[in-house]
């Protein structure tokens, strides 16, 4: 029996907690959310609830969100867990006028270290009301994984092309979700660098969102980078096919040992 298609968002099962600031909330480490072959969360799925996290920044959840996304990087510091829950609290560094700089912190069950640290800067604007409180139900997703969810295709050894639809929409700004676009930069990015075949794992992951993706489908266009380490790198150019091929998003992915 296949799985009803639900939103991106809603497969993350994040569940955000009264009050704030700081803004917190917990998941379930659930395996759909593992890179193939691996017990781990692949860190554009950690990115996406992040971003859901720190969109609730500085008035906490229930009230209006932040507004658009703008950047967003996420620095691994230690292996994520691989049973349990994760548990995310989030700190305004700045609250402007026209922008919001916030810092996340990830952790596993009873760690006083986080295991992750991410920044994030979001334009201010009336998105509406954010994400309400509580917990969020479990829900199967379709395809076994978040990988096969996405349902990205290969276009050649460098691109991975994503169609546009409303269980992969970011609904207020008009563009897929920020957490889609990560996945398909990680994807794109784990192509070049032979990431899976080597057992590498995502350290570091930059994205910018630099406009909405007005006609699609989605372009996550990979190459591979030197760096000053010899650790691999690899830039993802995100871009609107429909639309000349628009830059849409640019990210840096390094692969590392966690």
């Known amino acids: 029996m296949t799985a009803a298609a639900h939103h991106f968002a809603r497969l993350l099962a994040l569940a955000l907690e009264p009050g704030g600031p700081p803004v917190t909330a917990t998941a379930p480490v659930r395996p759909e959310s593992f890179a193939p072959g691996t017990t781990r969360v692949r860190a554009s799925v950690l990115l996406a609830m992040v971003d859901i996290v720190a969109g609730q920044t500085p008035d906490g959840p229930g009230k209006p969100a932040v507004g658009a996304t703008m950047d967003l990087r996420l620095v691994l510091l230690s292996s994520p867990p691989t049973t349990g829950h994760l548990h995310f609290r989030c700190e305004p560094l700045r609250v402007g006028r026209r922008f919001v700089v916030a810092e996340t912190e990830l952790f596993s069950d009873g760690s ?32 076994g994984s978040f990988d096969a ?79 000053r380490t010899g650790a691999p790198v690899a830039v993802v150019r995100l871009g609107d096919a429909g639309s000349g091929d628009r830059l849409i998003g640019h990210a840096t992915v390094s692969f590392g040992q966690l």
Do not use: C, K, W
Request: neutral net charge.
């Open 112 to 143: 006083p270290l986080p295991f992750g640290r991410a920044v994030s800067t979001f334009a201010v604007l009336d998105l509406g009301a954010g994400m309400p409180v509580g917990a969020s139900r479990v829900v199967p997703v379709e395809g």
């Open 149 to 227: 969810f996405l349902g990205a295709r290969v276009q050649d050894e460098h691109t991975l092309v994503l169609d546009s639809s409303p269980r992969l929409a970011n609904g207020p700004a008009g563009t897929l979700h920020g957490g889609v676009q990560a996945l398909a930069a990680e994807l794109a990015a784990e192509r070049v660098v032979g990431g899976g075949d080597r057992g590498l794992a995502v350290t570091d992951l930059d994205i910018r969102y630099l406009d909405r993706l007005r006609v699609g489908p989605l372009t996550a266009s990979a190459r591979q980078v030197p760096s």
